[in-house]
């Protein structure tokens, strides 16, 4: 079983709408979870840490369920800009980072 | 807005060669992390650094990987013997160590190895 599993889409969504992507970790030791972005051959860029309560930054909310191991990125009024890959990471404090394969989101007008 | 760095943006060798992949990463940071992608692939761990050594590595970071801190600002990551399938793209990142332990990326170094 993979450490973190994504759906890797892609998703089109037309400007404006709502997205949410889902993410779920196999390693009950797991205690630090993030989104990256990235776009098309560049780095890793982190979107947002997340956290037991649930967390937002602006249009981007995060979700964390340790229970059942899941995480949750939505987008609300996406914009063009948005289109890129959102990588789920997981990491068990200062360790590496595990990521997942992604899954792309193209945002069309 | 402090930023990992890194050079070349693009190496092209011959297999066999040695290469040198060199970042800096943010100033203030203590822990430093090497990882690659292969194209079309996840992005993998390779090798985490702190207080002067290697404190995790990966499968993949075998004898012909090595990593060093020559100084106060660089972190290296030297390939001794390059090998086709280690054309990737590598990435250096480096955290404060405070939890969550966010991790900040260098815009990476093309590797093509011939």
């Known amino acids: 079983r993979k450490e973190v599993e994504q759906d890797p889409g892609p998703f089109n969504v037309p400007e404006g709408a709502t997205v949410a992507f889902n993410c779920t970790y196999s390693?009950?030791?797991?205690?630090?979870f993030f989104w990256y972005r990235q776009d098309c051959r560049k780095e890793p860029k982190l979107l947002m840490s997340?956290?037991?309560s649930g967390n937002e930054d602006g249009r981007f909310t995060a979700q964390l369920n340790r229970a059942s191991q899941y995480i949750s990125l939505l987008i609300r009024d996406s914009k063009l800009s948005d289109s890129a890959t959102y990588l789920c990471v997981v990491s068990r404090g200062t360790d590496k980072l595990i990521f997942g394969t992604g899954t792309r989101l193209q945002v069309f007008p | 807005e402090p930023e990992v760095t890194q050079t070349p943006s693009h190496q092209v060798t011959q297999m066999g060669q040695e290469v040198i992949l060199r970042c800096v990463p943010i100033?203030?940071?203590?822990?430093f992390y090497w990882y690659r992608q292969i194209l079309g692939q996840k992005v993998e761990f390779l090798v985490s650094f702190y207080n002067n050594e290697i404190s995790e590595k990966s499968e993949i970071f075998d004898d012909q990987f090595s990593v060093e801190r020559p100084d106060g600002s660089n972190f290296t990551l030297k390939i001794r013997s390059t090998k086709l399938e280690d054309s990737a793209m590598y990435f250096c990142?480096?955290?404060?160590?405070?939890?969550?332990?966010?991790?900040?990326f260098g815009p990476g170094t093309r590797l093509t190895v011939l």
């Open positions: 990142a480096s955290s404060a160590g405070t939890m969550p332990n966010e991790q900040f």
């Open positions: 390693n009950s030791a797991s205690q630090s």
């Open positions: 100033s203030n940071h203590l822990y």
């Open positions: 997340v956290y037991s």
